[in-house]
Nanobody, 127 residues
Framework: QVQVVESGGGLVQPGGSLRLSCTAS????????MAWFRQAPEKEREFVAR????????RVIGSLRGRVTISRETGKNTVYLQMNSLKPEDTAVYHC????????????????????WGHGTQVTVSS
């Protein structure tokens, strides 16, 4: 049984940083791409970042590029999302997801190509 668990969220002041963690179990972690999505209040869930299998290529949505880094640690079955210079509009529930091993580039930001999801971790950016 695949389990995906996020952690690391919390309350942070504007301009601050957070590192989110996501641990996936019940699967061959190295073989799967991983991604982060977020859902702000009253908004649809949106893609944030993705990292390919075996520390493959990373992809970050344009609006967050330069402030967000995604990485993975093989030995710990964990993927990280480092977020810097946080803004109030970054407030959202951040979800981690396990992708499919072969997904074409144009589909990588779609929720439909991610099969397992965590419940999310709340990030609140406020003074």
């Amino acid at each position: 049984q695949v389990q995906v668990v996020e952690s690391g969220g919390g309350l942070v002041q504007p301009g601050g940083s957070l590192r989110l963690s996501c641990t996936a179990s019940g699967l061959a972690f190295d073989s799967y791409p991983m991604a982060w999505f977020r859902q702000a209040p009253e908004k649809e869930r949106e893609f944030v970042a993705r990292i390919g299998s075996n520390n493959g290529r990373t992809r970050v949505i344009g609006s967050l590029r330069g402030r967000v880094t995604i990485s993975r640690e093989t030995g710990k079955n964990t993927v990280y999302l480092q977020m810097n210079s946080l803004k109030p509009e970054d407030t959202a529930v951040y979800h981690c997801a396990v992708g499919r091993s072969s997904t074409i580039f144009s589909e990588q930001m779609a929720e439909s190509v991610y099969d397992y999801w965590g419940h999310g971790t709340q990030v609140t950016v406020s003074s």
